[in-house]
Structures are given as C-alpha cells and as structure tokens.
C-alpha cells in the first residue's frame, strides 16, 4: 500500500517536474478508474482488521477481470503495431527471465529481513517500516523507468508503468499473499496509506485535454512529505 502512494505521489511527481504528461485514453477510461476502486475496496475489506482468503479471492478476481480488459484493448490495438525484431536468441531470453526472478527473490527476503530487525532495533511498527523504507526501496524500477521513459519522450510508458504497478500492488500481490495467509493489521494504520493513496490519484486525474501539468508535480511532492510526516507522527504515538 505504501508503494502505491510512492509510485504516485513521489515518481510521478518527479516526472512532472521535468515537464508535462499526455495521458492516453486507456490511461483514463480503463486504468485510472481501477485505480481508485482498489483502496476504496481494500478498506471495505481491512474494516474487520483482516483481509481473509475470501477477500484475497475477491481482489484477485479483480485482476484477472483488468488482466483481460487490458489483453483485450492489447489485441484490438495489435493491428496498428508492426512486429518489432527479435534481437537476442529466445534461449538467452528465457534465461535472463529466470535469474532475474530468483534475484527478485533474493532481493525480496533481503528487503523484508533488514526491514523487520529495523523496526525492531527502533520499536517502531513494522507496518511503518514497510509503508516507507520498503515502500521507496521496492519502488525503484519504477523511479528508474518512468524517469527514463520521460527523459527519451515516452511519457505513456511511465504513466502506464506507475498504474499497472499499482494495480499489480493493490490485487495480485495482497490477493495471493491473503490467500496464503490472512493478513491483520490495525485498521488506523491501513486507513492513512489508502487516503494519501486516493489523495494523490485526485491530483492525477487528467483534465479534458488529458494534459498533465508541471505544478501538480510539485503538489505530489508536497503530498508525499505529508504523506511520511503522518506516518512518523503516528508511529510515535
């Protein structure tokens, strides 16, 4: 939850401060809708204090159902688009895929490890830690593609990199891990991440022309400062 509200409040905003963003159609007719539904139904869900495997089922019914709108919209589009060539042998490929997700793995232990004796070596609530150090540390292939997809002119790669990771965050990812086991967690510490998180997609919700202006980049910074001062405040009590 806290990487969503980074995706968006820190990586988009700093996108914006390079320049403006074009959003596309799809941006705003089938993404950004899913985007806003999936904290206002994981609060619902987090009422009770637990997000059980019949709620992870519900979100993950959710992403199946944006998994097919997307591959729809992906093979309507499909037409329009010439075959790119292949410029690597498919072996090296498949390879470099599985490496990479044991390293991910790796990574993720790693990450939740230092992340759990930090907030015990602090007495700090490890879902404190992990809405803000975890949060930033998992979030930075975002950083380093939305700022990369903005800097060569590909603005729809980072916007769609930004959204599709946090609905990935919000359904997938909660759904399996509460399938697995229910999660517990106290429902003051959810409901502050799930409001800053629909605060900073109200900032990005486009205008008519679709256009995304500069200063809302700097509203999105100022959002996140407010954003990780709450969550201190609230650890310290």
Known sequence: ???????????????????????????????????????????????????????????????????????????????????????????????????GMGLLIVAGNLIVTGARDIAISFGINEFIIGATIVAIGTSTPELATTIMAKLQGHDEIGVGTILGSNIFNGTFIIAIAAIICPITVPWRDVAVTLIFGLISLAFVFPPHNGFLERRRGGFLLVLYVAYITTILQSSAK
């Open 1 to 99: 939850l806290g990487s969503n509200v980074v995706n968006i409040s820190l990586i988009l905003g700093l996108a914006l401060l390079i320049s403006g963003i074009k959003n596309s159609r799809d941006f705003t007719r089938r993404d950004l809708p899913v985007a806003v539904i999936i904290p206002l139904l994981t609060g619902m869900l987090f009422l009770d204090g637990v997000l059980s495997r019949i709620d992870g089922v519900l979100l993950l019914c959710l992403f199946i159902a944006w998994c097919l709108a997307t591959v729809y919209e992906a093979r309507r589009q499909r037409s329009f688009t010439l075959a790119a060539p292949v410029g690597q042998k498919k072996w090296i490929i498949y390879i470099s895929c599985v490496v």
